[in-house]
Each structure stands twice: as C-alpha cells, then as structure tokens.
C-alpha cells in the first residue's frame, strides 16, 4: 500500500508542468502554442525570457528530486525500500511526460531525469548535468545534449564493475595476465 501511495504522489509532483506555471505566472504564451509545442525549458528560451527557461529548468530539476529524496531520506520510517525509490523515480519522469493537469501533454523529462539522478546519485547526476551544459553550450541542440548525457558511463566508473583491465571471468587467464 505505501508503495501505491509513493507511486501516486509522485505522479502528481511529476504532473505540475512548471514552463506552463512560469509562463502563466510571468505572463508568457503557454508553451505548448509555439515553437516545439513541448512544454519544457528549450522552448520556453524561444520567448526570448531567459528568466522563464531558468525557472522552468530548476523547477523541472526539483521536483524530480523532490519526489526521489523524499524517499530515499524518510521512506525508511514507513517501511519503504529501494523499490518505493524506483516507482518514486519512474512516477515522477512519467508525471511529467504525461501530467494529469494538463491534459497528459507533457515535456520530454530531461530535467525531470536530471533531477532524479541527482537524489539517487548526486556525483553521477552532477557529472551528466555538467556533460548536458556542454554539449548544449558548443552545439546549441538541446536534444543533442540530452542523448550524449544519458549514454551510460561505463559501470566501473559506477561501482557496480570489476574496473580497469578485467575481462570478463576467466578472460585473465587465458591472456596471461595476472591479478
């Protein structure tokens, strides 16, 4: 039952649309009548409001944190475990690629996604942000950015591999390496 009540309200979290928020609130078009159509930071930039893209980044960025952190700090204290992190994590991207408060038309989540990775692994989340500012800076493709920083970084960098020179089990037998 908690793990539904942490799906269902990170859902809703995942739903608030903050380019539609900020545009509103600054008196801006909505974002989904111009450009791309899609509600996020790159096409609310096209308005020329660098203050309204700021915004929709950062809020994007913080409710995908939000929703996760929460988990991963208190979930503990009402019995949850890393899989309420997980459905934290895929209910807020899916809350904000199809937000139920604005008729399911959401944004592509790669602030959203940001901002997950950054509560499940700060380290990790920093390095991909700082991979998407510069794609984005020197080839001006937002998407671009988006793809290059999700390619997986290699799992020894992450922990989960054996590191540098490891071949697979056995592998370094058959090459004479020693370990």
Known sequence: MNNLIVAVAA???????????????MGLADPRSYGSGNPGATNV???GNKLAAIL??????????????????????FGLDSTAIALAAIAVFLGHLYPV????????????AAGVLLAIHPALG?????????????????????????????????????????HGHGDHHRHGAKR
């Open 45 to 47: 930039l096209r308005t």
């Open 56 to 77: 929709t980044l950062l809020g994007d960025a913080f409710k995908g944190w939000l929703a996760v952190w929460l988990v991963v700090h208190f979930g503990a204290r």
């Open 126 to 166: 920093l390095a991909t942000l700082l991979t998407w500012l510069i794609i984005a800076f020197f080839f001006r493709y937002s998407s671009l950015a988006a793809l290059v920083a999700a390619v997986p970084h290699p799992p020894s960098k992450h922990g989960h591999g054996h590191g540098h020179g490891h």
């Open 101 to 112: 408060f604005f008729r399911f038309q959401g944004g592509k989540g790669v602030a959203t």
């Open 11 to 25: 859902y809703l979290i995942g739903s608030i649309s903050f380019a539609v928020v900020v545009s509103a609130a």
